[in-house]
T-cell receptor
Framework: NAGVTQTPKFQVLKTGQSMTLQCAQD?????MSWYRQDPGMGLRLIHY???????DQGEVPNGYNVSRSTTEDFPLRLLSAAPSQTSVYFC???????????FGPGTRLTVT | QQPVQSPQAVILREGEDAVINCSSS?????VHWYRQKHGEAPVFLMI?????EQKGHDKISASFNEKKQQSSLYLTASQLSYSGTYFC?????????????FGTGTLLAVQP
């Protein structure tokens, strides 16, 4: 099993550009989440999903969109990148019985 | 609102003990503990689901006082491998079980 995979590992964007961060898991987990991590702020929840077709907002959803068309994939879209979105982004998945979240390796995004 | 962790940082010698506290302003369904090493993704340590529950993981254990909305992580006879940043994550009553809100973290450094 690959677990949770994220692509790309690194990305540099210019202000105003859009992009999609990819996240996939092969553990058949129903639950998936996106976090951003900034120095001194810990991990902050952006969006989460409890199953295909169901998503909801976390603590810091503004500027991000998600969709969940399959159990395996949970892409995060930045609509119009801003320097404030410079961060490390983690995707995580879990099943409904054990709650343990498995994190992907992260995407380091810089917006100039 | 993010749970509050204390202390923000702690430095130990090998073999010493440490306690990390996590406090929330909301009624909690569960508390999760994760450890993150520098440059890596967070890794699950344990979850506490019931009021007053205690769990252990090798020489790392935790307690959860549901009434006080607090949890503590106990690291005994610390080893060099315990170094990293520890995060508590909380799930509130009435929310999705993967709507995990993390604290800002406690940096633990274990020295020889």
């Amino acid at each position: 099993n690959a677990g949770v995979t994220q692509t790309p590992k690194f990305q540099v964007l210019k202000t105003g550009q859009s992009m999609t961060l990819q996240c996939a898991q092969d553990m058949n987990h129903e639950y998936m989440s996106w976090y951003r991590q900034d120095p001194g702020m810990g991990l902050r929840l952006i969006h989460y999903s409890v199953g295909a077709g169901i998503t909801d907002q976390g603590e810091v959803p503004n500027g991000y969109n998600v969709s969940r068309s399959t159990t395996e994939d949970f892409p995060l879209r930045l609509l119009s990148a801003a320097p404030s979105q410079t961060s490390v982004y983690f995707c995580a998945s879990s099943d409904r019985y054990t709650y343990e979240q498995y994190f992907g390796p992260g995407t380091r995004l810089t917006v100039t | 609102q993010q749970p509050v962790q204390s202390p923000q940082a702690v430095i130990l010698r090998e073999g010493e003990d440490a306690v990390i506290n996590c406090s929330s302003s909301k009624a909690l369904y569960s508390v999760h503990w994760y450890r993150q090493k520098h440059g890596e993704a967070p890794v699950f340590l344990m979850i506490l689901l019931k009021g007053g529950e205690q769990k252990g993981h090798d020489k790392i254990s935790a307690s959860f006082n549901e009434k006080k909305q607090q949890s503590s992580l106990y690291l005994t006879a610390s080893q060099l491998s315990y170094s990293g940043t520890y995060f508590c994550g909380t799930v509130s009553y009435g929310g999705a079980t993967n709507k995990l809100i993390f604290g800002t973290g406690t940096l633990l450094a274990v020295q020889p």
